[in-house]
């Protein structure tokens, strides 16, 4: 089955630490994303890569950093600089040049910084 | 990107028609509506896109009138498990590099027994 895993579902860290987010697909999508949601709010745009080697900063991306190294893959590092990393990370994949505005999210990941 | 307005919150009854309405005052002609669907904890899901008039799918339909710079997302006889927040987005199709989604705050839409 196609679709977009990230892992792991839930995650904790003590504050200072850097950590990795992974976001994998296997719908041979192009583009990737990642959004940050905070409780009651919409989702924010982080970074997004629209091919691989080549990724460009969204809305929020001060204290994060990313690669694209593979189309499949698009890893997230949270990094000590991000003042409140606790939140819902999601996902996404698309391919640019279909007719609909379609994002294929993952299932998120939950981190939570002690 | 043009911005949108929806309602924070939407209580409704099973069987009911919902219409959930959504504001695009400075739509540009390229734009398209694209609805998504969010469940508690989970990633959003498309629902509906369209540019203009009425689009009909398996789960809704979209109304847009004709100067567009309003639009209609209409969910038929509601169950519980519609329960759900709802975003309207509005933007260009994504060809180019700098194609982005913005995702409002949503309609929380609420169903009750």
């Known amino acids: 089955d196609g679709g977009i895993t990230q892992s792991p579902k839930y995650l904790f860290r003590k504050e200072g630490q850097n950590v990795t987010l992974s976001c994998e697909q296997n719908l041979n999508h192009d583009a990737m994303y990642w959004y940050r949601q905070d409780p009651g709010q919409g989702l924010r745009l982080i970074y997004y890569?629209?091919?691989?080697?080549?990724?460009q900063k969204g809305d929020i991306a001060e204290g994060y950093s990313v690669s694209r190294e593979k189309k499949e893959s698009f890893p997230l590092t949270v990094t000590s600089a991000q003042k409140n990393p606790t939140a819902f990370y999601l996902c996404?994949?698309?391919?640019?040049?279909?007719?609909?505005?379609?994002?294929?999210f993952g299932p998120g990941t939950r981190l939570t910084v002690l | 990107l043009a911005k949108t307005t929806q309602p924070i919150s939407m209580d409704s009854y099973e069987g009911q028609e919902v219409n959930i309405t959504c504001s695009h005052n400075n739509i540009a002609t390229n734009d398209y509506i694209t609805w998504y669907q969010q469940f508690p904890s989970q990633g959003p899901r498309f629902i509906i896109q369209g540019y203009k008039t009425k689009v009909t799918n398996e789960v809704a339909s979209l109304f847009i009138p004709a100067d567009r710079k309003s639009s209609t997302l209409s969910l038929p006889r509601v169950s519980l498990s519609d329960t759900a927040v709802y975003y309207c987005l509005v933007g260009d199709l994504p060809m180019d590099s700098s194609y982005k989604l913005i995702f409002g705050s949503g309609t929380r839409l609420l169903v009750r027994p």
């Open positions: 890569s629209q091919i691989v080697n080549d990724f």
């Open positions: 996404a994949s698309s391919s640019p040049g279909d007719w609909y505005n379609e994002q294929f």
